[in-house]
């Protein structure tokens, strides 16, 4: 079992810029990966970006160029620096850890871009 905690989500103006942080419970280093996702109002959660444990990301079309997701395990943490925010990015994002064993989930955070 793993707990993620997420933080650092709010309100920004469209243009602007937010880092998402999410911390684990326990040491990262057997998480094959961990990544973001997303859930609009009445839309499903989808991928936002991944990175494995080896360190290769992936980022959803809908966000390349402007969010980065990185990872330190020694914080276990996984982040997500978000830039030239658009008012579609609007949801709750979610951090995921996977192992072998395991698919975990956090509780979310709201990101809100608006002016």
């Known amino acids: 079992q793993v707990q993620l905690v997420e933080s650092g989500g709010g309100l920004v103006q469209p243009g602007g810029s937010l880092r998402l942080s999410c911390v684990a419970s326990r040491n990262i280093f057997s998480f094959n990966a961990m990544g973001w996702y997303r859930q609009a109002p009445g839309k499903e959660r989808e991928l936002v970006a991944r990175?494995?444990?080896?360190?290769?990301?992936i980022h959803a079309d809908s966000v390349k160029g402007r969010f980065t997701i990185s990872r330190d395990n020694a914080e276990r943490a996984v982040y997500l620096q978000m830039n030239s925010l658009k008012p579609d990015d609007t949801a709750v994002y979610y951090c995921?850890?996977?192992?072998?064993?395991?698919?975990?989930w956090g509780q979310g955070t709201q990101v809100t871009v608006s002016s």
């Open positions: 990175i494995t444990n080896g360190g290769s990301t």
């Open positions: 995921n850890a996977v192992t072998a064993s395991l698919n975990s």
